[in-house]
């Protein structure tokens, strides 16, 4: 069964088309990324997913249940870590986590060991008694997601669970979430603007533009899809024969996109490993000194280049506005 | 209907723990009832505004400002119900199965509690300024129950109001746009037999003078039960039309999500 189903949302706010008929599944036990500039649409569809937004047509399962007819058993199966933090500032983080359990309707013995296993999980336990307020702002999020775990859901949603963290927490982030999705054997949808943060925590993404997925799948079989790997080469002294290297490069079968920049000649392979000593052997052979060689897999901003046609971080600007 | 009940407890738990946690609130909460009774007390001491009550100024003023304090807290009651919307702490309620009608009622419930606490300690400072309340235990539960009802039915107004507004500086324009003309259409400060005409014909209509009768009948004259019970009734009504009107505006809110 598939954890998530959603087919054909559509969503209006006033002027703004938010949702413009949203489909993917979510495979049970999945890390499934929503990948997309701002206001692209991510988060009305996990408002949706979640029973805080009505669509205007279309339907999402979660674990089963219909959102729009059995919200109550949606919200029961699900754990949802907002965008903007949902934490009382003024609780401390027990309180916190103790008040959820409470509104899931567990027990008070039952919420109070949970309560601790939690705090240990997420690195809380000696900040328990401390209110929210002091928290640094990767300690917040860290409850968020703990609140969002206490009923022991079995599906997390996570709306943009980096987004305002510095690099350091990022990636401490990242690692608690591909901890916890082993642990807790979870189905998680998360929301990101960042492409690696996508590719390094999603088995699966779809990328989201202007209110439609534009395109579902690994991470990696997106990329592959692309026209292979980039190689740099930086050749050495040339006396100013840069362009006739570019060009024996250019006739070698497999490269295309053959550029120049200075002494910098890249080329587009299908596969970097074979492609090097090919490219070296070819520029040896004529005489061409070679300084350094990199090679670059395409990175999932490449992805939405080739299948929005639109830079993805001016996207993210636009939206933001 | 018992979950909505067990919700809501808790939720007011949250709420009074986190209030509590805020020292210059709780002083203030205590000062200020004190500060207008012995200010208003000394500034129409001899105005005999008090009218045909042989009661000294003081003793007719004490259940008024008890009255004053539960409704003004009411209506900034709102307040907490933006900073909740803001903090998304409404949101995450609703995106767990947490009963929709107890995260207005809480905040509503919560207002009647503050008041309630206030009147007491007002009561007691009464009495060390040799105001006694004529009515006795009665006379208590009237001005106690007066000050709850009227601190809810602000509260149910001032929820339902930030839930359409859900900004703080239209909050406080509403509850001042609200609060004072109120005070002044009713009882609190001079008495009805002094009021003109038509301020007196106003003041009938309004919730806040309900309750200083009501409460004043407990206080001043220990009599009166009759209509201190249908002046609470109507303050009853009225809390019940205020949260009905939250419940509404909630509704609408989760609509605009």
Redesign the interface.
């Known amino acids: 069964m598939d954890a998530i189903v959603v087919e054909d949302l559509r969503k209006r706010y006033k002027d703004v088309q938010a949702l413009d008929g949203v489909s993917f599944s979510v495979r049970e036990g999945e890390v499934f990324g929503l990948l997309g500039p701002n206001g692209a649409g991510k988060s009305t569809t996990v ?1 949706t997913l ?5 669509p205007d047509s279309g339907r999402a399962l979660v674990n089963g249940e219909d959102v729009v007819k059995h919200p ?1 058993r949606v ?2 199966a ?1 754990g ?1 870590v ?1 965008q ?8 401390t983080g027990r ?1 916190n986590l103790l ?2 359990g ?4 567990m027990s008070g013995t039952q919420v109070k060991k949970r309560v601790d296993e939690l705090l240990e999980l997420v690195g809380l336990r000696d900040a328990a008694e401390r ?1 929210a307020r002091g928290y640094s702002g990767g300690m917040k999020r860290r409850l968020d997601i703990a ?1 969002g775990l206490v ?1 022991q859901p079995r599906v997390l949603f996570l709306d943009e669970p980096t987004t305002g963290l510095d690099p350091e927490a990022r990636a401490a982030m990242w690692e608690e979430v591909e901890r916890l999705a082993a642990a807790e054997s979870l189905t998680i949808l998360l929301t990101t603007h960042y492409l690696e943060e996508a590719d390094r925590l999603a088995e699966r993404v779809a990328i989201v533009s202007r209110g439609k997925v534009v395109v579902e799948g690994t991470p990696d079989a997106l990329k592959s899809n692309l026209r292979g790997e980039l190689v740099t080469v930086e050749l050495g002294d040339v006396d100013g024969r840069a362009e006739n290297a570019a060009q024996l490069v250019r006739d070698l079968d497999g490269a295309h996109e053959v550029t120049i920049d200075g002494r910098l000649v890249r080329a587009r392979v299908p596969n970097g490993a074979s492609a090097i000593p090919t490219i070296l052997g070819a520029l040896d052979a004529n005489g061409f000194p070679v300084a350094a060689v990199t090679t670059q897999r395409p990175s999932l901003d490449d992805v939405y280049l080739h299948y929005t046609g639109r830079d993805f971080a001016s996207e993210d600007e636009e939206g933001k506005q | 209907m018992t979950e909505t009940l067990r919700h809501t407890g808790w939720m007011v738990v949250r709420q009074v723990r986190n209030l509590m946690r805020e020292p210059i609130w709780v002083a203030m909460m205590i000062i200020q009832p004190m500060l207008w009774l012995v200010l208003y007390g000394q500034l129409f001491s001899k105005t005999g505004a008090q009218g045909p009550s042989k009661s000294s100024y003081v003793a007719f003023l004490l259940p008024g400002v008890v009255c004053m304090n539960a409704f003004f807290g009411g209506t900034w009651a709102g307040m907490a119900m933006i900073s909740d919307l803001n903090r998304h702490v409404v949101d995450r309620f609703l995106a767990a199965p947490a009963s929709r009608l107890a995260i207005v009622l809480s905040q509503v419930l919560r207002a009647g509690i503050t008041a309630t606490i206030q009147a007491m300690i007002l009561l007691l400072v009464g009495l060390a300024l040799g105001v006694r309340v004529h009515g006795g235990f009665p006379g208590w539960v009237v001005v106690l129950a007066a000050a709850a009802l009227l601190a809810m039915v602000f509260a149910g107004f001032s929820n339902g109001i930030a839930l359409l507004v859900r900004k703080e500086a239209s909050m406080i324009a509403t509850a001042n746009f609200v609060g004072l003309p109120l005070m002044f259409l009713s009882s609190i400060l001079v008495s009805i037999a002094l009021m003109p005409g038509w301020i007196r014909a106003i003041a009938k209509f309004n919730p806040v003078d309900w309750g200083t009768r009501a409460a004043r009948n407990g206080v001043v004259y220990g009599s009166g039960w009759g209509h201190a019970s249908a002046y609470l009734g109507f303050l009853v009504l009225a809390a019940a039309v205020t949260s009905l009107f939250a419940t509404w505006c909630f509704r609408a809110y989760q609509r605009s999500i």
Do not use: N
């Open positions: 408002r979640t029973t805080l937004t009505q109550s919200r029961r699900i949802y907002a903007d933090s949902g934490v009382d500032w003024e609780a309180e008040l959820q409470r509104i899931h309707g209110v609140i009923h």
